[in-house]
């Protein structure tokens, strides 16, 4: 599969910011996946309690994928508009889909463009 324009993949999301407030892809201790401060766009990341690449990915199952950085995944476009529910109305679509153009233009989605890179945090 050809790489995709303009990234830049050894930037990180989610490193150097400061006042920003993540949308939250969050872990809960039983596995249950869900999506905290959905209309923020400003950071993405993934909270867990195990901040281990290998327990996240297995906790995101099909919604996840592994990031050539350990303290990172990507996690499926797709599974963030399913967790987003309710708050996935035609604004908040304008709002993400400005958050991936974002993020395609620094390199943090996958080659496939079907999914966005998440640093993980223990929360």
Do not use: Y
């Not at 109305?89 to 943090?108: H, I, P, R, V, Y």
Request: without cysteine; aromatic residues 6%.
């Amino acid at each position: 599969m050809a790489s995709r324009p303009n990234r830049r993949p050894n930037q990180d999301p989610g490193r150097g910011r400061t006042s920003v407030t993540p949308v939250h892809i969050t872990i809960s201790d039983d596995g249950t996946l869900g999506l905290d401060k959905p209309t923020e766009f400003t950071a993405f990341d993934v909270q867990a309690t195990d901040p281990d690449a290998a327990a996240v990915l297995e906790a995101l199952g099909p919604h996840g994928e592994a990031a050539s950085q350990d303290d990172h995944v990507f996690v499926k476009i797709d599974a963030v508009r399913t967790l987003a529910g309710d708050a996935a109305t035609a604004a908040w679509e304008s709002g993400f889909a400005k958050m991936l153009e974002f993020a395609d233009s620094n390199g943090w989605l996958n080659d496939a463009g079907d999914a966005v890179k998440a640093h993980i945090e223990q929360g």
